[in-house]
């Protein structure tokens, strides 16, 4: 997820990307972070919970047709014919770096909470005038208002605009809303520790839109959604 050079929970606090593609991301995210966000408070955010749940199921259709071999994952074969289907003009190379990246149980497999991932990771590269990746929006339009709304979202939390959100941006971010939202508040630490997975007291894009499909739900077991929502 990156490496700590110094500790403590405000800056001089430095992370350092371990992969290319963990790079090419925090480079992205740090020029869309230069434009701003439309959110207002973190009850804001809280408050599309429900329509960013309903819109990334609409995700499962997609999912479910480049899983080929009906197995409940995708593997490198599968997302290469997705990418190629999409229109997604990406290079076998940078196929597989994202699939790398987003492989977070290193299970050599897709799942389903990992391919809206990378999708949203796709997305934020693709809409970068400046990225290698940008390419053909085919395939996103009717997805790109909720990974906007999930980009937003971090560039809100994310105070300093480095392209990583510490503890102290959220206790900022909590701050900031209205007298009426403190058990919004609470609710919003305890998510800070479900995205910092290191425990390093930083989080990026990625470990941020790993944490969010289970905020609102997404889960890849069938029958244990009703379980895992609070």
């Known amino acids: 997820m990156g490496g700590i050079l110094s500790k403590g929970d405000e800056p001089p606090m430095v992370s350092v ?18 434009k701003g966000t439309s959110m207002k408070s973190f009850n804001t955010i809280i408050l599309k919970f429900p329509k960013i749940d309903e819109n990334l199921r609409k995700c499962k259709a997609i999912f479910e ?53 990378l999708l949203c990771l796709v997305y934020l590269l693709k809409k ?19 990974f906007e709304t999930l ?22 971010a909590i701050n900031e809303t209205t007298s009426g939202e403190r058990s919004s508040g609470r609710i919003a630490m305890r998510r800070f520790e479900e995205m910092d997975w290191d425990k390093n007291g ?11 499909t289970k905020w609102v739900g997404i889960e890849d077991a069938e029958g244990e959604e009703d379980d895992t929502k609070e």
């Open 151 to 172: 980009v937003d979202s971090f560039v809100f939390l994310d105070k300093n605009k480095d392209g990583y959100v510490s503890r102290g941006e959220m206790v900022r």
């Open 65 to 117: 047709q480049f899983d080929e071999d009906k197995s409940g994952s995708i593997d490198r074969k599968e997302l290469n014919h997705c990418f190629r289907k999409l229109e997604i003009d990406f290079t076998d190379e940078e196929i597989n770096d994202i699939f790398e990246e987003c492989d977070i149980n290193d299970d050599m497999e897709i799942s389903f909470n990992e391919f809206i991932v």
């Open 202 to 212: 930083m989080v990026n894009f990625k470990e941020f839109l790993f944490a969010f």
């Open 17 to 34: 990307p371990t992969t290319k593609f963990e790079a090419k991301i925090l480079e992205t995210m740090r020029r869309r972070e230069s």
């Open 128 to 146: 970068d005038p400046v990225s290698c990746y940008a390419s053909s929006r085919k395939g996103f339009q009717d997805l790109e208002v909720t």
